[in-house]
């Protein structure tokens, strides 16, 4: 009953519906015109291939194995990038202003300065929202137990590009020179080669978040669940030819 339950819900919820609704239309038109149909087919398949885990994690699983957290990380400072912010008015905890991403990066950043006692800047600004990720990111910091001193805000960048850029300033300004990047670890190998390209020479990849380490595959991961996976891993992919070649 669990796995027709499961199986019922993967083709009523969204992306399955419409791979349900695809290969509906192409039983419909079978009759009718036998290429409408395969039209129909090769569309839901591809929905569906694109929306299973095994697919997305195929995707991502080189990226987030570019580079493993060391076990004994130092350095000058600790660079914890955005993921996004909620413009939310009320809130019993600043942590809710953070996106998923942001809520991980910077969960772990606070418990990398208890470690070292490094200095925390923490890298973006209001793109989608009206706060800027890094005054969200700071207020989360702090509720932590993170010293308002080791708490360094970059509330100016818009993307990657421009925490490199801006976070270098910072660097500058301060003495920084060797970084701890600590990013999403399919999210690191653009980080990193875009902190080289802003002049950091002297990186310490930290990964948080791998969402490939499956103990084993199930049948959820053969069907229709989500396409934010293979979403991520394309926007990374996308973004690190862009950069490559502009």
């Given at each position: 009953m669990f796995?027709?339950?499961k199986?019922?819900?993967?083709f009523?919820?969204?992306?399955?519906?419409f791979?349900a609704?695809?290969g509906a239309?192409?039983?419909w038109f079978?009759?009718g015109?036998?290429?409408?149909?395969w039209t129909?087919a090769?569309l839901?398949?591809?929905?569906?291939?694109?929306?299973?885990?095994?697919f997305?994690?195929a995707?991502?699983?080189p990226?987030?194995?570019?580079?493993?957290?060391?076990?004994a990380p130092?350095?000058?400072v600790i660079i914890?990038?955005g993921?996004g912010a909620?413009?939310t008015?009320t809130v019993f905890s600043?942590g809710?202003?953070?996106?998923?991403?942001s809520?991980e990066r910077?969960?772990?950043?606070?418990?990398?300065?208890k470690k070292t006692g490094?200095?925390v800047i923490v890298?973006?600004?209001?793109v989608?929202?009206?706060?800027a990720e890094?005054?969200?990111?700071?207020?989360?910091?702090a509720?932590?137990?993170?010293?308002?001193k080791s708490i360094?805000?970059e509330?100016?960048a818009?993307?990657?590009?421009e925490?490199?850029?801006?976070?270098?300033?910072?660097?500058q300004?301060?003495?920084y020179?060797?970084?701890?990047l600590?990013?999403?670890?399919s999210h690191l190998p653009?980080?990193?080669y875009?902190?080289?390209k802003a002049?950091?020479t002297d990186?310490v990849?930290?990964?948080?978040?791998?969402?490939?380490?499956?103990?084993r595959?199930?049948?959820?991961?053969?069907?229709?669940v989500?396409l934010?996976?293979?979403?991520r891993?394309l926007?990374?992919?996308i973004?690190?030819?862009?950069?490559?070649?502009?």
């Amino acid at each position: 009953m669990f796995f027709i339950k499961k199986l019922i819900a993967a083709f009523v919820l969204p992306p399955g519906i419409f791979v349900a609704a695809l290969g509906a239309a192409a039983v419909w038109f079978w009759r009718g015109s036998r290429k409408a149909a395969w039209t129909f087919a090769a569309l839901g398949a591809v929905l569906w291939i694109c929306s299973m885990n095994v697919f997305s994690d195929a995707l991502l699983r080189p990226l987030e194995r570019a580079y493993s957290a060391p076990a004994a990380p130092g350095g000058d400072v600790i660079i914890a990038l955005g993921g996004g912010a909620y413009d939310t008015e009320t809130v019993f905890s600043a942590g809710e202003r953070l996106q998923a991403s942001s809520l991980e990066r910077v969960s772990a950043a606070a418990l990398l300065h208890k470690k070292t006692g490094l200095p925390v800047i923490v890298s973006g600004g209001a793109v989608f929202s009206g706060i800027a990720e890094a005054e969200a990111a700071a207020a989360y910091l702090a509720e932590l137990g993170v010293p308002q001193k080791s708490i360094i805000k970059e509330s100016a960048a818009r993307d990657t590009k421009e925490n490199a850029l801006f976070s270098r300033r910072i660097c500058q300004e301060r003495g920084y020179k060797r970084i701890i990047l600590l990013t999403s670890a399919s999210h690191l190998p653009r980080s990193v080669y875009l902190f080289k390209k802003a002049g950091f020479t002297d990186i310490v990849p930290f990964p948080v978040t791998r969402t490939t380490q499956r103990a084993r595959l199930t049948y959820r991961d053969l069907l229709p669940v989500s396409l934010n996976g293979a979403s991520r891993a394309l926007n990374e992919y996308i973004g690190l030819l862009y950069y490559r070649l502009f």
